[in-house]
């Protein structure tokens, strides 16, 4: 470990800290977070994931950044994708359980604010395999097109704000690994069974906590990249 990875290591820990150590900094967090719910799913997802991004990189390229790597317009793409999962995620967690009432469980809705049970737990993977079998797949291509846009440019924001070429951007997109590890790895080995966790918990945490995911799962492939 080195210099660096203990800095990151410590802001990290005092960041954390000062939630615990200043109830106050909690309760504004708390209520920002009731009253600017797309907000605050921005900046999570924008600074978590981003982190996540600098993490992978630094585990298969020994750096937190690099030029044109773009933290700056990824931690935007990331911001505007963290609103729109937080959006999949209100309307999937209240259709799937109104679709699960409509064949028969007419339980399934009540059952989501009620407590812990296998029943739950069902209704909550099937919200999970729902949302990412449908919006999952759009997500992440389009996720891995703005990338690819990221680094033709230099990974800069006046780059970044050019127009995207989406014709040669998915023509250039490597569908076979797309299909392959993406859609047909990740979906159903990792994004089913977390985002099963993830609706199990109180509404106000599930953001927080798919952004998190994003920086777990963001370390796992840079891990994976860096065996292969």
């Given at each position: 470990?080195?210099?660096?990875?203990?800095?990151?290591?410590?802001?990290?820990?005092?960041?954390?800290?000062?939630?615990?150590?200043?109830?106050?900094?909690?309760?504004?967090?708390?209520?920002?977070?009731?009253?600017?719910?797309?907000?605050?799913?921005?900046?999570?997802?924008?600074?978590?994931?981003?982190?996540?991004?600098?993490?992978?990189?630094?585990?298969?390229?020994?750096?937190?950044?690099?030029?044109?790597?773009?933290?700056?317009?990824?931690?935007?793409?990331?911001?505007?994708?963290?609103?729109?999962?937080?959006?999949?995620?209100?309307?999937?967690?209240?259709?799937?359980?109104?679709?699960?009432?409509?064949?028969?469980?007419?339980?399934?809705?009540?059952?989501?604010?009620?407590?812990?049970?296998?029943?739950?737990?069902?209704?909550?993977?099937?919200?999970?395999?729902?949302?990412?079998?449908?919006?999952?797949?759009?997500?992440?291509?389009?996720?891995?097109?703005?990338?690819?846009?990221?680094?033709?440019?230099?990974?800069?924001?006046?780059?970044?704000?050019?127009?995207?070429?989406?014709?040669?951007?998915?023509?250039?997109?490597?569908?076979?690994?797309?299909?392959?590890?993406?859609?047909?790895?990740?979906?159903?080995?990792?994004?089913?069974?977390?985002?099963?966790?993830?609706?199990?918990?109180?509404?106000?945490?599930?953001?927080?906590?798919?952004?998190?995911?994003?920086v777990a799962l963001g370390v796992l492939l840079a891990i994976a990249a860096h065996k292969k």
């Amino acid at each position: 470990m080195k210099k660096k990875d203990v800095i990151v290591l410590l802001c990290v820990a005092a960041v954390v800290a000062v939630f615990f150590v200043f109830p106050a900094v909690y309760e504004f967090y708390k209520g920002f977070n009731a009253r600017h719910g797309l907000t605050m799913s921005f900046l999570k997802f924008a600074l978590l994931s981003t982190f996540g991004e600098c993490v992978g990189l630094r585990i298969t390229h020994g750096v937190y950044s690099m030029p044109g790597f773009g933290i700056a317009p990824r931690a935007l793409v990331w911001g505007v994708l963290g609103v729109g999962i937080s959006m999949a995620m209100t309307v999937f967690a209240a259709g799937v359980p109104a679709l699960l009432a409509s064949l028969g469980m007419d339980d399934a809705p009540a059952l989501m604010g009620a407590g812990l049970s296998w029943s739950k737990v069902f209704v909550a993977f099937c919200i999970s395999v729902a949302m990412n079998t449908i919006f999952a797949p759009l997500f992440m291509t389009m996720h891995k097109l703005t990338d690819t846009h990221i680094l033709a440019t230099g990974g800069t924001l006046r780059g970044f704000f050019t127009p995207m070429h989406m014709g040669d951007l998915l023509a250039g997109l490597n569908w076979h690994r797309q299909w392959d590890f993406v859609f047909k790895k990740t979906i159903p080995l990792f994004w089913y069974p977390a985002h099963t966790i993830t609706f199990l918990l109180p509404g106000d945490a599930r953001v927080l906590f798919a952004a998190l995911l994003g920086v777990a799962l963001g370390v796992l492939l840079a891990i994976a990249a860096h065996k292969k």
